[in-house]
């Protein structure tokens, strides 16, 4: 079946560099995309989402793009600070009122 | 306004037992969506309710059941619980016109 993926299950950024995350999917007919941030004992927290008529959404400090093309879509998180330390999900939400998640992203921020 | 409020918040069972747990949304948000958090498998979806009708379940026995009240509030009820329930369970909320579901903080269940 469908699945949403990221490349990497880690990444070590220093502080105030710059973050890449990405992530594949595999249903072209996707049209809705969230990209998800959960700190230890918290819930998945919303950080900015992207649908399909769009190759590109900013929001304070992150942006993500979506290439349909390939398939992918990353998160970019500019000047990373620490309190950006966090699992990293992206997810696709379906027609029929499901999110599915990839295996997230552990970001830690060196100081 | 208040989050997706999650009661309660650790819970200890043991095997053979039945749990249930609760989820009150963001006021005005009419789907409630549950899922389950595991380190091996990650975050699965459980079933979506929408004004008291459930729209869509996920892979799982049917010993996972839920619920949703006229108030949008939802509760889920795991039966005849095995150690592999282990999880933390999340209920997520969403007016469904915008489709951004808010998550809470999550049940914590261990199963002994």
């Known amino acids: 079946g469908e699945s949403v993926g990221l490349h990497l299950p880690t990444l070590s950024v220093q502080e105030g560099d710059n973050s890449i995350i990405n992530c594949a999917y595999s249903n072209s007919a996707s049209d809705y995309f969230i990209w998800y941030k959960q700190e230890s004992g918290k819930g998945p927290q919303f950080i900015i989402d992207i649908r399909s008529n769009m190759d590109k959404r900013q929001g304070q400090r992150v942006t993500v793009l979506l290439n349909k093309t390939v398939k992918h879509l990353s998160l970019q998180i500019a000047a990373t600070q620490p309190g950006d330390s966090a699992v990293y999900f992206c997810?696709?939400?379906?027609?029929?009122?499901?999110?599915?998640f990839g295996a997230g992203t552990t970001v830690t921020v060196r100081a | 306004k208040a989050g997706v409020t999650q009661t309660p918040r650790y819970l200890i069972k043991t095997r053979g037992q039945q749990v249930t747990l609760s989820c009150s949304p963001i006021s005005g948000h009419r789907s409630v969506s549950w899922y389950q958090q595991t380190p091996g498998q990650g975050l699965q979806f459980l079933f979506e309710?929408?004004?008291?009708?459930?729209?869509n379940k996920g892979n799982f026995p049917g010993r996972f059941s839920g619920r949703q009240f006229s108030n949008s509030r939802s509760e889920m009820n795991v039966s005849t619980l095995e150690l592999g329930d282990s999880a933390l369970y999340l209920c997520a909320s969403s007016s469904d016109r915008n489709y951004g579901y808010t998550f809470g903080s999550g049940t914590r269940l261990t199963v002994v």
């Open positions: 309710y929408f004004s008291e009708t459930q729209r």
């Open positions: 997810a696709e939400f379906s027609w029929d009122y499901k999110l599915s």
